[in-house]
């Protein structure tokens, strides 16, 4: 047996060692190295993924900078193909999609503190900066959520006109705009305001109504167009919308 078919065996042999300590032991059992090179192994079976692992590594520092790189620093840096970009993407992108029952329920939001806690409910599970839309009926049932961007170091809406063809594309007139502060305080920043007040103009003149700028971290939630802060847990009276 040669040399290079030695060292393939050997290959093969740890990454269903690595695939049965992760069924047996868990997550925890495997480090970044590990992980993704179990992730890799579906990207790539054809190829022997060891040294890409650790390479993607080296260049990144660590699995959490490789599923947040853009894509165009995987292609140049990571010298990976779209098809394993894209599953490395789709992983990070499964970790911070709203909850399918936030989907697939009816759930109305009469008030603002209805409202808070659906947003809320949104970044259970999303540590870095997030923003999303919250598209609603004339009955105030949300329709859809649609994240607009994410991995900001500050509140960073999606092109107006994105926002826009979100709302025609659902055809609904009402919508709610949430991101969250990782850093803990809900006080809304210059660029908050700034960014509600383009959103207020930019809608008014196309007949949709901007109902709540929600601000969510922990601690409490920040409604902006209510100037009304919100603590967690929610122990406040009902709050009406502005035009109930």
């Known amino acids: ?4 078919k030695r060292e393939q065996e050997l290959h093969i042999g740890h ?3 690595i695939k049965e300590r992760y069924t047996n032991r868990g997550i925890a059992s495997l480090d970044d190295f590990d992980v993704l090179e179990l992730i890799l192994t579906y990207a790539i079976p054809r190829r022997d993924v060891y040294v890409l692992a650790r390479d993607l590594i080296k260049a990144f520092d660590s699995l ?4 947040d790189a853009p894509v165009s620093k995987l292609r ?13 993407k789709l992983i990070k ?3 911070t999609r709203p909850s399918t029952s936030l989907r697939s329920k009816r759930h109305q939001l009469s008030s603002v503190i209805k409202a808070i806690d659906f947003c809320r409910s949104i970044f259970k599970n999303i540590s870095d900066e997030a923003v999303f839309e919250i598209m609603l009926d004339a009955d105030n049932y949300v329709v859809d959520v649609v994240k607009l961007t994410q991995g900001t170091d500050d509140t960073a809406v999606a092109p107006l006109d994105y926002i826009i063809a979100n709302l025609y594309r659902y055809n609904v007139s009402r919508v709610i705009i949430t991101h969250n502060h990782p850093s803990g305080n809900s006080k809304p920043s210059a660029s908050d305001i700034t960014t509600t007040n383009i959103l207020l103009e930019a809608f008014k003149k196309r007949d949709i109504e901007l109902a709540e700028h929600i601000i969510v971290t922990r ?5 902006i167009l209510h100037n009304q802060t919100i603590s967690i847990p929610i122990n406040q009276p009902f709050t009406p919308w502005r035009n109930a």
């Open 64 to 67: 959490e900078n490789i599923l």
């Open 76 to 88: 140049e840096k990571g010298k990976l193909t779209d098809h394993t970009i894209i599953l490395l």
């Open 1 to 4: 047996m040669d040399k290079e």
């Open 93 to 95: 992108d499964m970790k």
């Open 15 to 17: 990454r269903q060692r």
């Open 219 to 223: 601690e409490d939630c920040t409604a």
